[in-house]
């Protein structure tokens, strides 16, 4: 690394620019005078001229200035909007292309952790998404009053800057149909809106999850007081010009509170759950319940699990970060037992009642951290000899690590959706299983995000 290069450097400096690779963030990654260079919206191939537009000690953060050379991997026919909201990082890309860039993103983490031989990984071609628009089922639009107007849709790409969306390619249309509707409902009942300078209104946000299979909506407010004005004429009003909503619920997060919830949800009407249909099975979903965001592709995603895991009947599996049950329900006709674990207390009684709904009878839950309750399970005497993992994109506890590998099941199988905690991970992993397979899944086309499924099993 040539430090001296970038000290002479400042913010705004031009320079050409070709871009070599794809980054594990989906930005084109170049080489000035041997300074690395990352730069949103590039790709390889491109032959740009770059701006600065940060510093760092050992790497610099660029923008397009202006495309000498496009690649050939550009998508000629880009939507305007990829260049103002988070969720489009790949629009520009054609979408075959994308699908080799996400094995590249998983390839570029594997080179950067270095887990045991895992030059010699077999990485699957990216299974394609059936769409590559309108495919998202679940969107959490904030809403806010800004000089006296009130928008509602996403943040700006870096920012908190709203945008008000009339459309989004990737949300499935009757989603922003209904969210259109409900802010034109709000707007004609004067409901107070938050106002982030005087941090003064009721609504933050709207969330709208819609079923496939059923062509429902389940609508949750997300209020900071748990006051709700004119919540009858609210419900009359959006019954009446949107059928299609089921549900309507409030999620009180007062303005202390971190993240998008708070802890208390109360339905205001309609029914409790939604209801949606994945491999036959059909599951009731909380406004908070977790659910894959691509529901045409999540029957794929757990039929390669499923292969992965190749269930048999002597088999005692545990469903690690369970949710509302989906994975572990979809298999448990297969298996002997099934016990699943999930942190969030309404997602275990959701599991208790998919597993009635569904009529599955061989199945456990328990509400709490995976890494505090497996070893309780174990202590208890209860062996398991398979293992399904989906955690979060921080990856698993250090601790469940630990455990995993002192008590190491004959299968494994992990839902990845970060490829760089994956790659962290398998360092320690490897140490007890032989990688079997990486088979990357695309569940959301536009982004640089790729689901894996991992096969390893037990040397």
């Known amino acids: 690394m040539n430090t001296n290069i970038i000290e002479e450097l400042n913010v705004g400096d031009r320079f050409p620019l070709t871009i070599k690779q794809i ?33 760092h000690p050992k790497f610099l953060n660029g923008k397009i ?15 305007p909007l990829s260049n103002e909201v988070g969720g489009l990082e790949f ?5 075959e292309d994308q699908l080799e860039f996400k094995e590249d993103i998983l390839r570029n983490s594997l080179e950067r952790y270095k887990p045991h031989a895992y030059d010699r ?11 590559q628009e309108r495919y998202r089922n679940k969107a959490q639009f904030p809403i806010q009053e800004i000089n006296g107007e009130i928008r509602c849709g996403l943040y700006k790409t870096g920012t908190q800057e709203l945008v008000d969306l009339e459309d989004m390619p990737t949300q499935m249309e009757l989603t922003m149909k209904a969210m259109r509707k409900i802010v034109d409902i709000i707007k004609e009942l004067e409901l107070p809106v938050f106002n982030p300078e005087n941090k003064s209104g009721i609504i933050s946000m709207i969330v709208i999850r819609e079923s496939v299979e059923f062509n429902k909506l389940q609508v949750t407010f997300i209020t900071r007081t748990k006051k709700f004005l004119k919540e009858r004429k609210l419900v009359e009003l959006i019954t009446d010009q949107i059928p299609e909503v089921s549900s309507i619920s409030q999620n009180i997060n007062l303005e202390d509170q971190k993240g998008v919830w708070g802890d208390e949800t109360r339905l ?11 491999n036959g099975y059909t599951f009731n979903l909380s406004p908070r319940a977790f659910l894959q965001l691509n ?15 190749e269930p048999n009947q002597n088999d005692v599996l545990l469903d690690a970060y369970c949710g509302v049950g989906t994975i572990g329900i979809t298999m448990a006709d297969k298996v002997e037992k099934v016990y699943g674990i999930e942190i969030i207390p309404e997602a275990i009684e959701d599991a208790k009642k998919n597993a009635e709904l569904n009529n599955i009878n061989n199945t456990e839950y328990y509400a709490g951290a995976v890494d505090k ?16 993992v989906d955690p979060p994109r921080t990856g698993l506890e250090d601790c469940l690590i630990d455990t995993i590998l002192d008590n190491p099941t004959e299968k494994l199988v992990y839902i990845s959706c970060n490829p760089s905690t994956l790659a962290k991970d398998l360092t320690r992993l490897a140490s007890k299983y032989r990688v079997q397979y990486l088979q990357p899944v695309d569940m959301f086309p536009q982004t640089p995000h790729v689901e894996t499924i991992v096969k390893l099993e037990k040397r």
């Open 23 to 55: 980054g594990i963030n989906g930005e084109g990654i170049g080489y000035f005078k041997h300074a690395i260079v990352f730069v949103p919206k590039a790709v390889p191939e491109d032959v740009i001229v770059c701006e600065i537009t940060d510093i």
């Open 65 to 79: 200035h202006k495309i000498r050379t496009a690649s050939p991997y550009r998508n000629k026919d880009v939507n």
């Open 91 to 95: 629009a520009h890309i054609n979408y």
């Open 121 to 131: 990984y077999e990485i699957r071609p990216t299974i394609a998404s059936p769409q």
């Open 268 to 278: 205001v009407w309609g029914d409790e759950y939604l209801q949606e249909d994945i």
């Open 295 to 309: 529901s045409l592709q999540t029957d794929h995603l757990y039929d390669l699990a499923e292969d992965a895991l």
């Open 373 to 388: 309750i497996y070893p309780e399970l174990l202590a208890d005497g209860i062996e398991v000899n398979a293992m399904i």
